[in-house]
Structure formats: C-alpha cells, structure tokens
C-alpha cells in the first residue's frame, strides 16, 4: 500500500529467518495483539507475523472503532461486558491510548 498523500511505500519486504518461536498468519488487531503481549508479558522476542497485505488490511482497518456490547444474543452481551467494560481494563487502555498521541 501506498502512503495516502505520497509516493513511498509503507510497508516493505523483509527477509525471514530460518526459524521462529512463534508465527502467527495476518497482521489484524487479533495477531499483533498476540505478538505484542507473547513479547510483553512472555519475553518472547523471535516472533513472526506474516501479512499477504498491509497491516490493518483486514477487518481491523476498516471497522467503526466502538468499544460497545451491542451483539444482541444472551450469550454475547455478558462476555463483552466482562471483557471492554471492566473500569480498570478501560481506564488503563485510554492512558496508553493518550500516551501514544503525547497526552492530548
Ligand atoms: C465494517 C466493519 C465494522 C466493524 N465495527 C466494529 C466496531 O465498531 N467495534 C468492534 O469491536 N468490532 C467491529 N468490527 C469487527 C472487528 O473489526 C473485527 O472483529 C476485528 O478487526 C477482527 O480482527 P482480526 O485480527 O481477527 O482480523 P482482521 O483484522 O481481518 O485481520 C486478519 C489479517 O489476516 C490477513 N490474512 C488473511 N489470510 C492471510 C494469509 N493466508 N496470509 C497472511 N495474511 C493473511 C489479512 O490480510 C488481515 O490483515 C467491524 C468489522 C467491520 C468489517
């Protein structure tokens, strides 16, 4: 993919190694969320993350960005409120957020 405004390119080819611990297929926010916290959590620094497209290409690209337990079924308004609404969880996800556009 192309920068929306330029020419360069964002994203390039990089070599791959013989071997991986781990190798998770599609850069959405599902693989690199598991690639990010394999590292953080785990200490797991020989991961690839394979994507035939661009980062985001995917569902995760293109979706409307609510944080919300809108999925009308008895079994899934229970589990996105315990999983995107716990306080602690929201809070601490907004101070990274902030902490990535310098705080405004
Ligand atoms: C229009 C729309 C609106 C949405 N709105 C919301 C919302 O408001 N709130 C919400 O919580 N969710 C929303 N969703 C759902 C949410 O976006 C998805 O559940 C989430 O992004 C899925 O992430 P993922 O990483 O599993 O998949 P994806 O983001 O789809 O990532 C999969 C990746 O794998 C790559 N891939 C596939 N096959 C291969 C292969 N063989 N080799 C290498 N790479 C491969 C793809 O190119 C892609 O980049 C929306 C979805 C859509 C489409």
């Known amino acids: 993919m192309l920068q929306l405004f330029g020419k ?5 080819a990089h ?8 190798v998770i297929v599609g ?9 990010y916290y394999l590292g953080k959590k785990h200490g797991l620094r ?6 035939r497209s661009y980062l985001g ?5 293109r979706n409307t960005a609510i944080i919300r337990s809108n999925y009308r ?9 315990a999983s995107a609404f716990r306080r602690a969880w929201l809070e601490s996800f907004v ?6 556009d310098g705080g405004a």
């Open 15 to 22: 070599e791959l190694k013989r071997s991986y611990d781990v």
């Open 95 to 100: 101070q990274r957020v902030r902490s990535f």
């Open 27 to 35: 850069a959405g926010v599902h693989g690199l969320g598991i690639a």
């Open 8 to 12: 360069e390119r964002m994203w390039r």
């Open 46 to 51: 020989n991961i690839a993350v394979l994507e």
């Open 57 to 61: 290409a995917g569902n995760s690209g």
């Open 73 to 81: 079924t008895a079994e899934g308004i229970p589990f996105y409120d």
